[in-house]
């Protein structure tokens, strides 16, 4: 597994509130998180977040003119807070994103290489957005990759099972939080 992080992607409080199926999401989340850092794993929190909405947004980016008309990711609000149910603690990394993909515009990768991170470990709102962005963006950049299929959610169930069952295992381990934790504890 390498040297790994596990990745807490836009799980703040509007994506929530908007995708969240009553399945019993946040508190999966939760455990994963907390095995984490039982097992030494660094925890990085992304969250999506615009300084000013007018001035970052062109439009011919659809999904973010969309997210930024529905009241989303202004960078003073606090629905683009992480949800409290999963929230960082002192030693967790939190970066911001200003786009799609948990490495666009922000210093992740530059975190990720100072700490000789290797492998990550993805979870995350939505799985057709931030977590199939950054999927495709850390398979350019070399790093081993997990999905835990049962921490990550969609809007559209058929899109998360489509892409969890049948795109991510061509390039990543998708596994379920607790196939992973055991798998954790094991090493």
Not at 57 to 80: C, H, M, Q, W, Y
Not at 110 to 130: H, N
């Amino acid at each position: 597994m390498g040297n790994s992080a596990l990745l807490v992607m836009d799980v703040q409080r509007d994506v929530v509130a908007i995708a969240d199926d009553g399945s019993g999401y946040l508190p999966r989340l939760r455990r994963a998180i907390d095995g984490a850092r039982a097992a030494g794993i660094t925890v990085i929190y992304v969250k999506m977040a615009l300084r000013r909405v007018d001035s970052e947004v062109s439009s011919r980016n659809k999904v973010i003119t969309n997210a930024v008309r529905a009241g989303l990711f202004s960078e003073d609000a606090p629905g683009t807070e992480i949800h409290h149910d999963v929230a960082p603690q002192q030693d967790d990394v939190v970066i911001t994103k200003r786009r799609g993909s948990a490495f666009s515009g922000s210093d992740l990768d530059l975190v990720l290489r100072a700490r000789d991170i290797d492998s990550l470990v993805l979870t995350g709102i939505a799985t057709s957005a931030v977590v199939l962005s950054t999927l495709w963006h850390a398979i350019d950049l070399d790093f081993g990759l997990t999905v835990l299929a049962d921490a990550c959610l969609d809007t559209d169930a058929e899109v998360h099972a489509m892409l969890t069952e049948r795109l991510f295992p061509q390039w990543a381990d998708v596994l379920t939080v607790e196939d992973w934790l055991k798998a954790t504890t094991a090493r």
